[in-house]
């Protein structure tokens, strides 16, 4: 059985979705704006000419979702869309995406061939999904074997250090330094997901895992009009300084 989350997103798709998708905190609970965060234009706002500037083909997206950015992508250079969910392997299958696959983020060399990718997007926040330090250093690890040698990355975060950050559904101070913590819950047609427990990393803590990790965080974008602490942040693969 899919979870909400991904059941909401495929009934969207095919037009079948007929409650709210509702995101739950500790006693606080919001919907979701499933159409128009999922399935707008990608290239719509701000954000995405900084996105697009760091990628280049073969691109990994990873936690592709219903593949909205997957399919921009596919028409500029190869792309390859991971997602967690079977449910939304299909639904991106049955929106065009050419290269659709069943894959966990958090054990990618377990699937993708070594070497094989010169750039990777991780967008909407599953990052966090590491849960620890340890494992975003561990994940980021990964990466490296799966991509070439001059491969760049996109992932991006929610900054403790930012006042809105606390306002965030679900959200838990962390007692170090840079590092918070969210637990949510999705709901949708009467189901109520399993708890979703992000770690919240600021990009000084993202720059310490990426160099532990082989990365360098080469730039950090983040919008004027956010006014949640969310954050962009592009990496290359070597240390700075290193030869690319
Ligand atoms: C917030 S959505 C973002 C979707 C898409 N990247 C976008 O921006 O429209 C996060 C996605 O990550 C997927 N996801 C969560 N955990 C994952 C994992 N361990 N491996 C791969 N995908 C995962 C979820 O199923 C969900 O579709």
Do not use: K, N
Not at 135 to 164: F, I, K, N, S
Request: glycine share 10%; proline share 7%.
């Amino acid at each position: 059985m899919p979870s909400p989350f991904a059941r909401a997103l495929r009934d969207q798709h095919r037009d079948e979705r007929d409650a709210p998708l509702r995101v739950h905190g500790d006693d606080e609970c919001r919907e979701h704006p499933v159409e128009a965060f999922y399935f707008g234009d990608p290239t719509g706002g701000d954000a995405f000419p900084w996105i697009e500037s760091w990628l280049d083909g073969p691109l990994l997206d990873v936690g592709a979702g219903v593949g909205r950015d997957a399919r921009y992508f596919q028409a500029q250079f190869e792309t390859v869309a991971v997602e967690v969910s079977d449910a939304l392997v299909e639904t991106m299958r049955d929106r065009g995406v050419d290269d659709a696959r069943r894959g966990d983020l958090f054990a990618l060399p377990e699937t993708l061939p070594a070497d094989r990718f010169r750039s990777v997007l991780i967008r909407g926040t599953q990052l966090g999904l590491a849960g620890s330090t340890d494992r975003l250093r561990g994940t980021l690890a990964d990466l490296d074997v799966v991509t070439r040698a001059d491969a760049t990355a996109v992932v991006d975060g929610y900054d403790p250090a930012h006042p809105g950050t606390a306002d965030l559904i679900g959200y838990r101070d962390d007692p170090r330094d840079g590092l918070a913590r969210r637990t949510i819950r999705f709901e949708y047609a009467g189901e109520r997901g399993d708890p979703l427990e992000f770690l919240l990393f600021g990009p000084d803590r993202l720059r310490a895992a990426a160099s532990d990790a082989g990365w360098t965080v080469a730039a950090v974008d983040a919008p004027s009009t956010a006014d949640t602490g969310y954050y962009r942040a592009a990496l290359r693969r070597g240390q700075s300084g290193s030869p690319q």
